[in-house]
C-alpha cells in the first residue's frame, strides 16, 4: 500500500492509524480510551485504521512459502 494508492486519506492519519496498530497489542485500558477517542476525531483515522487492519489481514492470509529471504532479509547479500 503506498500513500499514492490513499485517495482522499492524509499521510498523517495512514501514520497515525499505523502506530495505534502496533500500540495495541497489549494495550491497557486507559490506551484503547485514547485509541476510540483518536478513531472518533475523523472519519479518516477510521478509514485509514480500516486501511492499516486489512492491509495486516492480507499480508496474515499469505503464504510465502519457503522463503529464506523474508526470514533472513540480509542473507541475500551474504557473499
Known amino acids: 500500500m503506498t500513500r499514492n494508492n490513499l485517495a482522499g486519506e492524509s499521510a498523517r492519519a495512514l501514520d497515525e492509524a499505523i502506530a495505534w496498530h502496533l500500540r495495541l497489542g497489549d ?5 484503547w480510551a485514547e485509541f476510540g477517542a483518536w478513531l472518533e476525531a475523523s472519519p479518516a ?3 485509514a485504521f480500516d486501511r492499516v487492519e486489512d492491509f ?3 499480508l496474515d492470509s499469505e503464504d510465502f512459502g519457503d522463503a ?3 526470514a533472513h532479509p540480509l542473507r541475500r547479500f551474504a557473499p
Do not use: G, Q, S, Y
Open 27 to 31: 494495550a491497557a485500558e486507559r490506551v
Open 45 to 47: 483515522n477510521r478509514l
Open 56 to 58: 495486516d489481514a492480507e
Open 68 to 70: 529464506p529471504e523474508f
